[in-house]
């Protein structure tokens, strides 16, 4: 389909640091967790693989995993 989406980041606490945490909405039908890479700071730039998280809700009860890599 053809869907509006958004990728917004933010700065999170992660133990004693903060880190990029990002985030891709679609049409406010689907909210993933992407990690680019291996997580590691300014592992976006340049990235070749990217993994998709989103966790089941009560309205949209399926966990969805979905790795990609650029060819």
């Given at each position: 389909?053809?869907?509006?989406?958004?990728?917004?980041?933010?700065?999170?606490?992660?133990?004693?640091?903060?880190?990029?945490?990002?985030?891709?909405?679609?049409?406010?039908?689907?909210l993933?967790?992407?990690?680019?890479?291996?997580?590691?700071?300014?592992?976006?730039?340049?990235a070749?693989s990217?993994?998709?998280?989103?966790?089941?809700?009560?309205?949209?009860?399926?966990?969805?995993?979905?790795?990609?890599?650029?060819?």
């Amino acid at each position: 389909g053809d869907d509006t989406w958004v990728l917004s980041s933010e700065r999170v606490n992660s133990g004693f640091t903060k880190v990029t945490k990002y985030t891709l909405t679609i049409e406010n039908k689907f909210l993933f967790d992407v990690l680019f890479e291996d997580g590691t700071k300014d592992s976006q730039d340049d990235a070749n693989s990217i993994t998709l998280t989103q966790q089941a809700t009560p309205d949209y009860p399926v966990f969805i995993i979905l790795d990609l890599e650029k060819n």
